[in-house]
């Protein structure tokens, strides 16, 4: 199954391959693609928590919500500090970067194609 092209050569596999997807991104994909997590996203967007308050929060168990910490913070979506014996955490944006980079760039793409598509119909 080859790569779809326009007659102008404006959509070729050039555009689909690594340079335009950053190694890190199906990591966060796969992070957000997962409900639990979302949840701890929002919450945290609204303040800082301690895991056992996201634990109650959600209803699930600190262990639970540890592992997803763990994924979000490898993903650079949370960071945590340790207050004596309170792990807290708090929302990190620098993993959406890369994901914002390429939403933009395909973003143009499409914005692009779309008014070809209008003149063409226009």
């Excluded at 340079?19 to 929002?42: F, H, N, T």
């Excluded at 499409?110 to 119909?121: G, I, K, T």
């Amino acid at each position: 199954m080859g790569v779809p092209a326009f007659r102008d050569g404006s959509y070729t596999a050039r555009s689909m391959t690594s340079e335009a997807e950053p190694k890190d991104m199906g990591r966060v994909l796969d992070a957000l693609g997962e409900r639990s997590r979302r949840s701890i996203l929002d919450l945290l967007a609204a303040s800082p928590c301690s895991i056992s308050d996201l634990a109650q929060a959600l209803g699930v168990t600190k262990t639970a919500i540890g592992q997803h910490i763990a994924i979000l913070e490898s993903c650079q979506l949370v960071k945590t500090e340790k207050k004596g014996r309170v792990r807290m955490c708090r929302v990190d944006p620098t993993g959406l970067d890369d994901l914002e980079q390429w939403i933009d760039h395909h973003r143009g793409h499409w914005q692009s194609s779309l008014a070809r598509l209008d003149d063409f119909l226009g």
